[in-house]
């Protein structure tokens, strides 16, 4: 079974409205976080946020809100007032506790682009 | 945030050459560093994971002779590919998972795009 799964390939959004991208997640750990990734086609993997799986708030940084709900094992990640320069490549990624190394999980992705 | 950097951006080389890319934490140390390979519109694959100090651990299906990983201290990783054919072109992607503000978080470098000819 897939342990990350995004359902959206790909997504449109009007420059200045709200998007959530889609990201749910399958674990039998009790511990474990949860990420999101944006990818320019630049290549760079930049870093967005954060979710712990025991925090009891949902993680925000700037425009960006994690939108969590742990009985559904979803993370949805919510960007507010779109920029033409959100247009990227967006991973969401799980690590588990029980895992050797504690890798990162990938989901396949969603190419958000933001239309003028 | 976080720097990792990763040398170099773009190689182009011949089929049957080697070709070293470094990966370096920047400005803080990192305990595990990883090695992802990407194709066009695909999602990360894990290739290894490498502590410092120690031997590479190597996913299913990456073949640890042709990938070879080096992980000399705490902020520099190395992956050497060698005898290089065209179909090792891909999209190579390192990062450096450390703690940084509190929060212990995987940092990405840049990739470098390895053609092959």
């Known amino acids: 079974a897939q342990k990350i799964t995004q359902t959206q390939p790909g997504m449109f959004v009007q420059e200045k409205e709200a998007v959530t991208l889609d990201c749910t997640y399958d674990t039998s750990d009790q511990s474990y976080g949860l990420f999101w990734y944006k990818q320019p086609s630049s290549g760079e993997m930049i870093f967005l946020i954060y979710q712990g799986s025991y925090d009891e708030q949902n993680a925000t940084e700037g425009r960006y809100s994690l939108n969590f709900q742990k009985a559904r094992k979803s993370a949805n990640l919510v960007i507010s007032a779109s920029q033409l320069g959100d247009s990227a490549m967006y991973f969401c990624?799980?690590?588990?506790?029980?895992?050797?190394?504690?890798?990162?999980?990938f989901g396949s992705g969603t190419q958000l682009t933001v239309l003028p | 945030g976080a720097v990792v950097s990763q040398h170099p951006s773009r190689v182009i080389c011949k089929s049957g050459t080697s070709v070293k890319i470094e990966c370096r934490s920047l400005d803080f140390q990192a305990t595990t560093m990883f090695w992802y390979r990407q194709f066009p519109k695909k999602s990360l694959m894990l290739m290894a994971t490498s502590n410092e100090g120690s031997k590479a651990t190597y996913e299913q299906g990456v073949e640890k002779d042709k990938f070879l990983i080096n992980h000399a201290s705490l902020t520099l990783s190395t992956l050497t590919v060698t005898s290089a054919h065209p179909e090792d072109s891909s999209f190579y992607i390192c990062?450096?998972?450390?703690?940084?503000?509190?929060?212990?978080?995987?940092?990405f470098g840049p990739g470098t795009r390895l053609t092959v000819l």
């Open positions: 990624a799980m690590r588990e506790v029980s895992g050797s190394a504690r890798q990162l999980t």
């Open positions: 990062s450096a998972r450390g703690r940084v503000r509190f929060t212990d978080t995987q940092y």
